[in-house]
């Protein structure tokens, strides 16, 4: 079955989440583990991890969480750089508490002492969230190339996972990000290319928006499936290509006025034949 879904709140209680993602249809969702907009882990009691452990058996809705906003990796500042490693360490912890298995993260920005020093911070995070935090696995996920960042060309991705030569790393592939990156993912040729470069069966989970702006933007604005510049047909290619429709494909777009969550999903669903 495709495990297909949104990025859904965990407001009120975390095991909420699936109340949320089941209302509109989703097979799998995306979540913070934690406040997104702190640095610290926010406390969890006992009897919300068992609510959510039993939600998950009694939905099967599968789940990947999401790094929050203020970490970043690839960071210069002697300050944030470890910060931001214990953040990462403590949401993979707080994953291994839920039992969610992928725990996605931005590879950040370098702050401006360029992509060489970037990309090797990078692997050192990696490398030490991996020692200390067992069980969760990292998903890097690609960047829409904004200025300072880090992880915008597919060879990039691949460098860090040469250098870390870890299992528990892999990717999750933004699709807005890959067209503002330049990569037209609406070409059969492109797609061929990409995966030529990073290994397909390295990818675990998609993030599937729509572009606002236009191929090569540089800019990171999502738009709803069919109401941006990937469009339908251009997702019915992606989604049918290779083992793309296999992966577990999250929607982050935006909620409304356009489309409802639940008639978006269906028509993503539709898509994969
Ligand atoms: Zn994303
Ligand atoms: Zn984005």
């Known amino acids: 079955m495709l495990a297909l879904g949104r990025h859904v709140s965990i407001a009120g209680s975390i095991d ?42 009694s939905t099967g809705i599968g789940t990947i969480a999401h790094m929050p906003y203020l970490p970043n990796i690839a960071s210069s500042n002697p300050v944030s750089h470890p910060k931001s490693v214990k953040s990462l360490i403590g949401n993979m ?94 070409k059969e040729a492109v797609l061929d290319e990409m995966f030529g470069i990073l290994s397909i069966d390295r990818v675990f989970a998609v993030h599937l928006n729509d572009a606002k702006k236009e191929l090569g933007s540089r800019l990171d604005r999502h738009a709803n499936i069919g109401f941006g510049h990937i469009g339908k047909d251009g997702f019915r290619r992606f989604l049918n290509h290779g083992k793309i429709s296999s992966k577990i494909i999250i929607l982050e777009t935006p909620e409304g006025p356009e489309i409802g969550e639940a008639e978006e999903i269906g028509i993503v669903r539709e898509m994969v034949e």
């Open 16 to 57: 909420m989440a699936f109340d949320r993602a089941a209302g509109i249809g989703c097979t799998a969702m995306q979540i913070f583990v934690t406040n997104p907009r702190g640095w610290e882990l926010s406390d969890m009691d006992e009897k919300a991890i068992s609510a959510f452990r039993r939600k998950a058996k």
């Open 93 to 186: 912890e707080r994953c291994r508490s839920l039992g969610i298995g992928h725990l996605v993260t931005h590879m950040g920005s370098h702050l401006g002492d360029g992509k060489e020093g970037g990309l090797s911070r990078v692997v050192d995070s990696v490398n030490s969230a991996l020692d200390s935090a067992k069980g969760t696995m990292i998903l890097l996920e690609n960047e829409a190339g904004h200025r300072n960042s880090v992880g915008d060309r597919i060879e990039d991705l691949v460098k860090v996972y040469d250098e870390v030569g870890n299992r528990r790393l892999g990717f999750c592939l933004d699709t807005c990000h890959l067209f503002a990156a330049g990569y037209d993912i609406t």
